[in-house]
T-cell receptor
Framework: EAQVTQNPRYLITVTGKKLTVTCSQN?????MSWYRQDPGLGLRQIYYSMNVEVTDKGDVPEGYKVSRKEKRNFPLILESPSPNQTSLYFC?????????????FGPGTRLTVL | DQQVKQNSPSLSVQEGRISILNCDYTNSMFDYFLWYKKYPAEGPTFLISISSIKDKNEDGRFTVFLNKSAKHLSLHIVPSQPGDSAVYFCAAGVHARQLTFGSGTQLTVLP
């Protein structure tokens, strides 16, 4: 089954404790991205990757890191989480040339930073 | 500064009638526009798209209209069904690199 998986689905952590949210897709997509969803703000892009070893900042990259060492994986790293990073996070992937267009989204990760 | 705006947070429509969801944008560089649908506890799913060289695209009950001069996008659902009840996000992008999303409209289709 074609899908984007994220782990964990739910996470409660404390300020400053480094964490990684994993994202994996099995569709051989070149394009992958991370979004956060906050009430009244919709989905905002954090980082995206056009292909392996190619990453770029989205609209809200501060406080986040990403890496794209393999085509299927695109982990999101919070080196020192803060309460304002409490949010619902989505990973997505897409096939070029549409890339950022018709993306497939994962089920989301609900993160709470205390 | 929100480049993509959905000014109606919610919309209620009777089953069988037309649902019209609206979206405005400010960036004239956007060349690709999309609508996504989102159910609770799930990720968004792609619904329909349109490129800037067109003004209309249809897919079954769903039609997207683009008015470039007004920088306005709309999604028409005809006829509306209770299963269409969801949050609808419009999005716009440039050269398939980044997508900018609106804040979403909760559509409720009443039986």
């Amino acid at each position: 089954e074609a899908q984007v998986t994220q782990n964990p689905r739910y996470l409660i952590t404390v300020t400053g404790k480094k964490l990684t949210v994993t994202c994996s897709q099995n569709m051989n997509h070149e394009y992958m991205s991370w979004y956060r969803q906050d009430p009244g703000l919709g989905l905002r892009q954090i980082y995206y990757s056009m292909n392996v070893e190619v990453t770029d900042k989205g609209d809200v990259p501060e406080g986040y890191k990403v890496s794209r060492k393999e085509k299927r994986n695109f982990p999101l790293i919070l080196e020192s989480p803060s309460p304002n990073q409490t949010s619902l996070y989505f990973c997505a992937s897409g096939h070029r040339p549409r890339g950022a267009g018709e993306q497939f989204f994962g089920p989301g990760t609900r993160l709470t930073v205390l | 500064d929100q480049q993509v705006k959905q000014n109606s947070p919610s919309l209620s429509v009777q089953e069988g009638r037309i649902s019209i969801l609206n979206c405005d944008y400010t960036n004239s560089m956007f060349d690709y526009f999309l609508w996504y649908k989102k159910y609770p506890a799930e990720g968004p799913t792609f619904l329909i798209s349109i490129s800037s060289i067109k003004d209309k695209n249809e897919d079954g009950r769903f039609t997207v209209f683009l008015n470039k001069s007004a920088k306005h996008l709309s999604l028409h659902i005809v006829p509306s069904q209770p299963g269409d009840s969801a949050v609808y996000f419009c999005a716009a992008g440039v050269h398939a690199r980044q997508l900018t999303f609106g804040s979403g409209t909760q559509l409720t289709v009443l039986p």
